[in-house]
T-cell receptor, first 115, second 111 residues
Framework: EAQVTQNPRYLITVTGKKLTVTCSQN?????MSWYRQDPGLGLRQIYYSMNVEVTDKGDVPEGYKVSRKEKRNFPLILESPSPNQTSLYFC??????????????FGAGSRLTVL | AQKITQTQPGMFVQEKEAVTLDCTYDTSDQSYGLFWYKQPSSGEMIFLIYQGSYDEQNATEGRYSLNFQKARKSANLVISASQLGDSAMYFCAIDDYKLSFGAGTTVTVRA
């Protein structure tokens, strides 16, 4: 089944304890991205990657790191989490369809709480 | 300035009726794409419909249609014959040089 898999789905951690949220896709998509969803703010892009070894900042990159060493994987790293990073996180990958649309396939989401 | 504005935080609609979700956007690009995604209470994000800026006809996908008014920079989603399973949050998004989402509209379908 074509999918984007992210783990963990739920995590409670404490301020300053490094954590990684993994993301893997099996669709051979070149484009991958991370979003955070907060009430009233919709989805905001954290980082994106157009291909292996190519990453760029989105709208809210502060406090996050990413890497793209392989096409299928795009982990999100929080080096020193803070309470304002408590959020619902989505990984997504995409292809450009025949219509020219950059259609995202999302992972199931990772709910992170930082105490 | 907000790239995507969804002015309706929440809406109620009666089952079998149609509902229109508003979306206005802001871009100076001539080439862009507009999307609608659905997020049920289970949390996953589901792609619904796409409209390209050069498409002359409004996009339709089953019960979903996108009312595209380019001059007004408007891309409203119309859901016809609402079903209980349509209760969800709906996000409008624009892809010009990057993808940006609106704050979302929560739709509750009443039996």
């Amino acid at each position: 089944e074509a999918q984007v898999t992210q783990n963990p789905r739920y995590l409670i951690t404490v301020t300053g304890k490094k954590l990684t949220v993994t993301c893997s896709q099996n669709m051979n998509h070149e484009y991958m991205s991370w979003y955070r969803q907060d009430p009233g703010l919709g989805l905001r892009q954290i980082y994106y990657s157009m291909n292996v070894e190519v990453t760029d900042k989105g709208d809210v990159p502060e406090g996050y790191k990413v890497s793209r060493k392989e096409k299928r994987n795009f982990p999100l790293i929080l080096e020193s989490p803070s309470p304002n990073q408590t959020s619902l996180y989505f990984c997504a990958s995409s292809f450009v369809g025949l219509s020219g649309a950059n259609v995202l396939t999302f992972g199931a989401g990772s709910r992170l709480t930082v105490l | 300035a907000q790239k995507i504005t969804q002015t309706q935080p929440g809406m109620f609609v009666q089952e079998k009726e149609a509902v229109t979700l508003d979306c206005t956007y802001d871009t100076s690009d001539q080439s862009y794409g507009l999307f609608w995604y659905k997020q049920p209470s289970s949390g996953e994000m589901i792609f619904l419909i796409y409209q390209g800026s050069y498409d002359e006809q409004n996009a339709t996908e089953g019960r979903y249609s996108l009312n595209f008014q380019k001059a007004r920079k408007s891309a409203n989603l119309v859901i016809s014959a609402s079903q209980l399973g349509d209760s969800a949050m709906y996000f409008c998004a624009i892809d010009d040089y990057k993808l940006s989402f609106g704050a979302g509209t929560t739709v509750t379908v009443r039996a």
